[in-house]
């Protein structure tokens, strides 16, 4: 399931909203390049592991703050009441090819 609400584009930023309702949570993921979490309203608990499933932490996260996840870096977020935040990153990598067109195909990128 996405929970992803918008996605937006800016240049090479590429930001799209989560939200959750209180009790749900996103799959454990990674991404192959750093990014920004904004938490723009409630609150949530973010579980972080090692690239090879150790456990990091766990951070309460509230309105106002942001949270960088580091690359290949397991990562998820669990609603702890109605939840709203914008996970940022860029576009395209160096090379200028898209970062991670398996979670962006439905957006109309050209690649």
């Not at 993921?29 to 499933?53: C, M, N, W, Y």
């Not at 990562?75 to 990153?89: F, P, Q, R, V």
Request: charged share 30%; proline share 1%.
């Amino acid at each position: 399931m996405r929970n992803i609400d918008k996605e937006k584009i800016y240049g090479n930023i590429w930001i799209f909203e989560v939200k959750l309702k209180s009790g749900e949570s996103t799959h454990s993921h990674k991404h192959e390049f750093d990014h920004l979490h904004q938490v723009i309203s409630g609150k949530a608990e973010v579980t972080v592991l090692e690239s090879d499933g150790t456990f990091m932490f766990k951070k309460e996260v509230v309105s106002g703050q942001i949270l960088r996840v580091p690359k290949n870096y397991y990562h998820s977020i669990k609603a702890l009441e109605d939840y709203h935040g914008n996970c940022i990153h860029a576009l395209r990598d160096t090379n200028g090819d898209v970062v991670e067109t398996d979670f962006i195909k439905d957006i109309n990128i050209e690649q």
